[in-house]
Structure formats: structure tokens, C-alpha cells
């Protein structure tokens, strides 16, 4: 044999996937502009579950009915709080056998205001945020935003916004030193030049006028409050009640002369979800009873009654077991479950850190990550051979393009996923998500691809 014919059968390569697989490109392409649509509407975790629940409604699933046993082929689904899914196909097998879940989590790095956030400062009103998960605070300054949330009324009433979306409406900023002014700004660190109580967004600079003689305190912040009470009846006391978040306005776009990218704000890891959802919606005659998680709270660490730190899930796979007088010991014990959360793609802008023979590419596909954490693995979970084993013969027989990938070099930082919380339950688990490059910016970039990767994954699970 030569060298030439040994390196071909020793050695191992991951392809690009428009090269490998090359009838997948137009596939990719179409199940792009249908992920784009969703993720321009759903930019909340609130807007993720809503959504969701209008396909899952036309699909044929119905909410859950506590003890009530179904057919292989059923379709069901359960919303936690409104931020929170799961949603369930029947399987042919039984209940103790295990089941395949998916678990991603639809809630993305963003601005939240505080409880007291509306205050005037120099002829101009701010609201006053606190930022959610892990931003880079300079970049978010100079970007247009949009308001997303609810106002709760006295009575239990909910009211939605959603303001700088649509065409005509108003955004928002937060604003930043023009370069003649930014000598002593230049010279800080990236993390010092803009701090959180910084981040400031602009909503008015009209004063409120009115023919009396009195001195109006704060009229440009009584303005804001007149024109928000007109729209939405509320008041001030209201914010207390309220769940406001500012995301990017920018709406999902083509990236690149050749289109093959995908740019917006959320794909971490509403990239993943909407493959997860897709793929559950259409598991038809699954062998093994379904359950997709679409989770709150990850960027914060899960916690809270929304994410996969709290017991939601695990009440819900008793239930499951329940029904079907199954042990419920044995029926997590015997599961699947992966966590789809997004990986670091490789930068060539930024190549040093990353260990580039341990990293996912964009345009290779899926990556499949063994472990996370951060340096010697902490807050990880860490797969084991044979799942790995399982999970690579069922995309290999499937014939879906992957990759491995780790988060950057191993004393550069590092991240976690739900994983750890779900082997927690005694669940074999493993992540397998799409790299990301600008991963918590206001605008991520992915790779269509990839994308469509993730749900031949998916679908190739659930079969």
C-alpha cells in the first residue's frame, strides 16, 4: 500500500458540505428562507413559544391531557409559563425503553429593563436596562433596537408590545463618543469603555407643553409617558409589572454575494430550535416515544421555573411514565437526549483562540461536541465513547454531514449548555449544534448549511 493509499484509509478529514454533498445546497437554501421568517418573528422566548404553538396547532398536536394514554403517531404539547415547550410524539416502543428528546433553548442575549427604567436626563428621556447573559457591552451601543414584552394590568391583563418591526415604527438607541471626543475612552479596555449603567437607551427628547404656567418636572419623560398611555394605557407603576426586553431591529438576512449565510440576531440558539421543532413536527411514525425541549433562561445558567435547572421537564417525563404505568427510573435511565445548543465556528480573523484541528468550520455541517465547560471541563457535561458511538452511526447512516468542534483553546475561557442539567436526570446526553461566528453579538452569522445540517440531525434522531 502506499503512503498515499494509507494517509486516504488512516486518516481522517471533515468536508465541506457543498462539496461532499452537493445536491444538499438548494435544500439548504429553501429550508433557509422558512427559518428566517420564524426567527425575524420570534426574537423573545415568549415570541419563540407563540409562534411554535400556531405550526405545533396546524400539525395536528393538542396541549397534554394529564394520565391519558396515546396512540403511536399522537401528537402532544405542554407550554410552561408561556417561555417554555414541550412537545411529544408517540412511539411504537414502549415507555421503558427510553425516549429520544431534543432540548434547545429559545432565550438570547438582550437588553431587559430594570424595574424603575424611564428617567430624564439633559432634555432627554432614557430607559435604563439591565443586560441578559453574556454581551460584549460595546457592541450594542449605535444599534437600532426594538422593544418586545408584556405590560401585566391590575386585573390580570396582559399586553403585548412590539415596537420597531414593522415599517413606520420607531427605534430606539443607545448612544456612543463621537471619535473627536474618544481619546480617553480609546484607551481603555474593551470591557471598561462601555459599562452597563452606560448602556441608555434613547426613547424621547420632546418636551410635554401645555398653556399653564407651572414648571413641568422631567417634561421630556412626561411626554414618553403621556404617548405610552395613550398607546397602551399604562403608567409608570406599570414597568413593575412588565417583562420589556430590547433586542436588535435588524430582520434575518443573505449574507454574501453566493447568499450561503445567514445574518441576525438570536441564532444562539434559535438556530437550533427551529431545526429541533421542524424535525419534531414532522417525526411521523417514530419508533421511540419524542420529547423536544424548547427551553428559557440558559444564557443566565437555566435557572429559574423556565429553565432546564428546575424540574419542569422531569415532572413532565413522569407524567409520561405515569400514564403508561412505567418506571420512570428505567425510562430516564434508557434515554437519548441531545443538547442543541450552537458551537464556536472558527474565525480566521481571530485564529488565535482557537486550537484549529479541535474546531467546527462553517459550510462542514453539524458539530458534534463531545464536552463543553470551561479550562479543565467545569460545568460540563462530558459524553460518553459509546454515546458518541450511537450518535455518530445514526448520522452517518443517515448520511448527514458533521463535524466535531470545541469552544476555542482550553485556557481562552469557555461556555456551557443545558447538557450537565440534563444528565442530571440520569439521561445519556450529548450537544449538537451549529457554529456560530459573532456568537451574543446583536447580529450572528451562520452558515445555511450547517443549518440545514442541524435538521437532517434531528429528523435522523427521531427515525
Request: charged share 30%; net charge negative; with cysteine.
Amino acid at each position: 500500500m502506499t503512503a498515499k493509499e494509507l494517509q486516504k484509509e488512516l486518516t481522517w478529514e471533515f468536508p465541506d458540505v457543498a462539496k461532499a454533498a452537493p445536491d444538499q445546497v438548494k435544500e439548504a437554501y429553501d429550508f433557509a428562507e422558512g427559518y428566517k421568517d420564524f426567527l425575524g418573528k420570534a426574537k423573545t422566548e415568549r415570541e419563540f413559544t407563540e409562534e411554535s404553538v400556531k405550526l405545533l396547532d396546524e400539525a395536528g398536536y393538542r396541549p397534554i391531557e394529564k394520565g391519558k394514554t396515546y396512540q403511536p403517531g399522537d401528537k402532544v404539547y405542554y407550554v410552561n409559563r408561556g417561555k417554555s415547550l414541550i412537545m411529544t410524539t408517540f412511539g411504537k416502543k414502549p415507555m421503558e425503553e427510553g425516549l429520544r428528546l431534543n432540548a434547545a433553548h429559545i432565550d438570547s442575549p438582550r437588553l431587559d429593563l430594570k424595574a424603575q427604567p424611564l428617567f430624564e436626563k439633559d432634555g432627554i428621556a432614557y430607559f435604563k436596562p439591565h443586560y441578559y447573559g453574556g454581551i460584549r457591552k460595546y457592541q450594542w451601543v449605535t444599534v437600532p433596537l426594538a422593544m418586545h414584552g408584556v405590560f401585566v394590568k391590575k386585573d390580570g391583563s396582559v399586553i403585548k408590545l412590539n415596537v420597531g418591526e414593522e415599517p413606520g415604527d420607531p427605534m430606539f438607541l443607545i448612544t456612543d463618543l463621537l471619535p473627536h471626543l474618544g481619546a480617553k475612552q480609546n484607551g481603555k479596555k474593551l470591557t471598561e469603555a462601555i459599562t452597563g449603567e452606560d448602556l441608555n437607551i434613547v426613547v424621547g427628547s420632546l418636551p410635554f407643553v401645555d398653556d399653564s404656567d407651572d414648571k413641568i418636572k422631567e417634561p421630556v419623560k412626561l411626554k414618553a409617558l403621556e404617548l405610552l398611555h395613550e398607546k397602551y394605557g399604562v403608567t409608570e407603576r406599570d414597568f413593575l409589572r412588565a417583562e420589556i426586553e430590547f433586542v436588535p431591529a435588524a430582520k434575518p438576512v443573505d449574507i454574501g454575494f453566493d447568499r450561503s449565510m445567514i445574518g441576525g440576531y438570536g441564532q444562539d440558539d434559535k438556530v437550533c430550535a427551529y431545526p429541533a421543532l421542524i424535525a419534531e413536527i414532522e417525526a411521523k411514525d417514530p419508533e421511540y416515544t419524542t420529547v423536544t425541549v424548547l427551553t428559557d433562561k440558559e444564557e443566565i445558567g437555566s435557572e429559574g421555573n423556565t429553565g432546564l435547572n428546575s424540574d419542569y421537564m422531569l415532572h413532565y417525563i413522569e407524567d409520561l411514565a405515569a400514564a403508561y404505568r412505567a418506571d420512570v427510573r428505567e425510562v430516564l435511565r434508557n434515554s437519548i437526549c441531545l443538547s442543541s445548543d450552537v458551537g464556536a465556528a472558527f474565525d480566521p480573523t481571530f485564529p488565535q483562540v482557537f486550537e484549529k484541528n479541535n474546531s467546527a468550520f462553517l459550510g462542514k455541517g453539524v458539530s458534534l461536541i463531545k464536552y463543553t465547560g470551561s479550562r479543565g471541563k467545569s460545568g460540563s457535561n462530558d459524553a460518553s465513547a459509546e454515546l458518541m458511538n450511537r450518535i455518530m452511526n445514526i448520522l452517518d447512516d443517515h448520511n448527514v454531514m458533521w463535524q466535531a468542534g470545541e469552544l476555542g483553546k482550553v485556557d481562552e475561557g469557555g461556555g456551557g449548555t443545558v447538557a450537565k442539567f440534563v444528565a442530571g436526570k440520569d439521561i445519556n446526553v450529548v450537544d449538537l449544534g451549529v457554529p456560530v461566528l459573532c456568537m451574543h453579538s446583536p447580529f450572528e452569522l451562520t452558515s445555511k448549511m450547517d443549518v440545514y445540517s442541524a435538521y437532517l440531525a434531528y429528523k435522523a434522531f427521531y427515525d
